[in-house]
Protein backbone atom coordinates (compact mmCIF):
# COMPACT_ATOMS: atom_id res chain seq x y z
CA UNK A 1 0.00 0.00 0.00
CA UNK A 2 1.40 3.79 -0.71
CA UNK A 3 1.83 6.15 1.15
CA UNK A 4 -1.21 8.94 0.53
CA UNK A 5 0.19 12.05 -0.55
CA UNK A 6 0.46 15.42 1.61
CA UNK A 7 -0.61 17.95 -0.56
CA UNK A 8 -4.41 17.72 -0.40
CA UNK A 9 -4.16 17.73 3.27
CA UNK A 10 -1.71 20.94 2.91
CA UNK A 11 -4.55 22.57 0.99
CA UNK A 12 -7.40 21.56 3.26
CA UNK A 13 -4.90 23.25 6.00
CA UNK A 14 -4.49 26.45 4.39
CA UNK A 15 -8.09 26.82 3.34
CA UNK A 16 -8.81 26.27 6.95
CA UNK A 17 -6.14 28.67 8.32
CA UNK A 18 -7.08 31.37 5.39
CA UNK A 19 -11.18 31.09 6.74
CA UNK A 20 -10.10 31.11 10.22
CA UNK A 21 -8.37 34.50 10.05
CA UNK A 22 -10.95 35.86 8.11
CA UNK A 23 -8.93 35.67 4.56
CA UNK A 24 -10.25 35.16 1.08
CA UNK A 25 -8.34 31.60 -0.18
CA UNK A 26 -7.49 31.21 -3.71
CA UNK A 27 -5.76 28.58 -5.56
CA UNK A 28 -3.81 28.40 -8.73
CA UNK A 29 -4.26 25.82 -11.24
CA UNK A 30 -2.19 24.68 -14.34
CA UNK A 31 -5.06 23.61 -16.62
CA UNK A 32 -5.00 20.57 -18.09
CA UNK A 33 -7.77 17.93 -20.70
CA UNK A 34 -8.83 16.95 -16.98
CA UNK A 35 -9.39 20.62 -15.30
CA UNK A 36 -13.10 22.00 -15.72
CA UNK A 37 -12.83 25.49 -15.85
CA UNK A 38 -14.35 28.14 -17.77
CA UNK A 39 -11.68 28.64 -20.74
CA UNK A 40 -12.37 32.30 -21.03
CA UNK A 41 -10.77 33.10 -18.12
CA UNK A 42 -7.65 31.23 -18.66
CA UNK A 43 -4.62 33.23 -18.77
CA UNK A 44 -0.74 31.77 -19.61
CA UNK A 45 -2.07 28.11 -19.05
CA UNK A 46 -3.47 28.80 -15.39
CA UNK A 47 -6.24 30.17 -13.68
CA UNK A 48 -6.69 31.31 -9.89
CA UNK A 49 -10.11 30.46 -8.60
CA UNK A 50 -11.52 31.86 -5.64
CA UNK A 51 -12.35 28.90 -3.16
CA UNK A 52 -13.78 30.49 0.02
CA UNK A 53 -16.90 29.42 1.72
CA UNK A 54 -18.83 32.72 0.06
CA UNK A 55 -18.04 32.12 -3.57
CA UNK A 56 -18.37 28.71 -3.78
CA UNK A 57 -21.66 26.16 -3.81
CA UNK A 58 -20.75 22.66 -2.61
CA UNK A 59 -17.00 23.35 -2.22
CA UNK A 60 -15.42 19.50 -1.62
CA UNK A 61 -11.54 19.42 -1.14
CA UNK A 62 -10.97 16.05 -1.93
CA UNK A 63 -7.91 14.16 -1.48
CA UNK A 64 -7.88 13.56 -5.63
CA UNK A 65 -10.20 16.57 -6.69
CA UNK A 66 -11.57 19.60 -5.93
CA UNK A 67 -14.98 20.19 -6.91
CA UNK A 68 -17.47 23.68 -6.53
CA UNK A 69 -19.68 25.45 -8.64
CA UNK A 70 -18.81 29.39 -9.04
CA UNK A 71 -20.09 32.12 -10.36
CA UNK A 72 -18.38 33.49 -13.59
CA UNK A 73 -19.86 37.15 -15.21
CA UNK A 74 -23.10 35.98 -13.69
CA UNK A 75 -23.17 32.47 -15.05
CA UNK A 76 -22.99 29.41 -12.41
CA UNK A 77 -19.93 27.11 -13.78
CA UNK A 78 -19.51 23.70 -12.47
CA UNK A 79 -15.57 23.75 -11.54
CA UNK A 80 -13.19 20.64 -11.79
CA UNK A 81 -9.67 20.88 -10.69
CA UNK A 82 -7.49 17.47 -10.17
CA UNK A 83 -5.22 18.50 -7.08
CA UNK A 84 -2.67 17.03 -8.98
CA UNK A 85 -3.13 20.86 -10.94
CA UNK A 86 -3.10 22.87 -7.96
CA UNK A 87 0.39 24.95 -8.11
CA UNK A 88 -0.20 27.27 -5.05
CA UNK A 89 -3.00 28.36 -2.43
CA UNK A 90 -2.81 31.65 -0.66
CA UNK A 91 -4.27 34.36 1.05
CA UNK A 92 -5.71 37.24 -0.81
CA UNK A 93 -5.28 39.45 1.38
CA UNK A 94 -1.11 38.65 2.50
CA UNK A 95 -0.06 36.87 -0.06
CA UNK A 96 0.43 33.74 2.58
CA UNK A 97 0.47 31.05 1.16
CA UNK A 98 2.26 27.55 -0.14
CA UNK A 99 3.30 26.38 -3.43
CA UNK A 100 3.08 22.78 -4.72
CA UNK A 101 4.62 20.88 -7.52
CA UNK A 102 2.56 20.51 -10.26
CA UNK A 103 2.33 16.58 -11.54
CA UNK A 104 0.30 14.86 -14.42
CA UNK A 105 -3.57 14.27 -13.44
CA UNK A 106 -6.07 11.86 -14.11
CA UNK A 107 -9.28 11.68 -15.83
CA UNK A 108 -12.33 12.05 -12.97
CA UNK A 109 -13.16 8.49 -12.75
CA UNK A 110 -17.20 8.86 -12.80
CA UNK A 111 -16.47 10.05 -16.22
CA UNK A 112 -18.58 13.06 -15.47
CA UNK A 113 -16.73 15.60 -15.85
CA UNK A 114 -14.19 14.37 -18.41
CA UNK A 115 -13.51 16.94 -20.66
CA UNK A 116 -13.59 15.68 -24.12
CA UNK A 117 -10.08 15.59 -26.21
CA UNK A 118 -10.83 18.79 -28.62
CA UNK A 119 -11.17 20.53 -25.43
CA UNK A 120 -7.72 20.82 -24.66
CA UNK A 121 -6.83 24.37 -25.85
CA UNK A 122 -3.10 24.44 -27.75
CA UNK A 123 -0.53 27.39 -26.26
CA UNK A 124 -1.82 29.07 -28.88
CA UNK A 125 -5.64 29.08 -28.33
CA UNK A 126 -4.78 29.56 -25.01
CA UNK A 127 -2.74 32.74 -25.71
CA UNK A 128 -5.53 34.28 -27.89
CA UNK A 129 -8.52 33.39 -25.46
CA UNK A 130 -10.81 36.24 -25.36
CA UNK A 131 -11.78 37.97 -22.37
CA UNK A 132 -15.47 38.30 -21.59
CA UNK A 133 -16.85 41.45 -23.05
CA UNK A 134 -17.32 44.56 -20.68
CA UNK A 135 -20.80 44.63 -18.39
CA UNK A 136 -22.19 47.46 -19.85
CA UNK A 137 -26.01 46.69 -18.43
CA UNK A 138 -26.37 49.41 -15.77
CA UNK A 139 -29.02 47.94 -14.52
CA UNK A 140 -27.47 44.47 -13.22
CA UNK A 141 -27.68 43.83 -9.83
CA UNK A 142 -24.56 43.79 -8.14
CA UNK A 143 -24.23 41.53 -4.52
CA UNK A 144 -22.38 43.07 -1.90
CA UNK A 145 -21.29 41.37 1.68
CA UNK A 146 -22.13 43.70 4.65
CA UNK A 147 -20.02 42.83 7.61
Not at 14 to 22: I, V
Not at 51 to 68: C, K, P, Q, R, S
Not at 117 to 135: C, F, I, N, V
Request: net charge negative.
Amino acid sequence: MSETPTKPYLIRALHEWCTDNGYTPHIVVTVDQNTVVPRAHIHDGQITLNVAWLATNGLVLGNDYIEFQARFGGVSEDIFVPVAAVSAIYARETGAGMGFEVEPSLPYPGGEYAAPATADPSPAQLATAEDPPPDDDPKRPHLKIVK
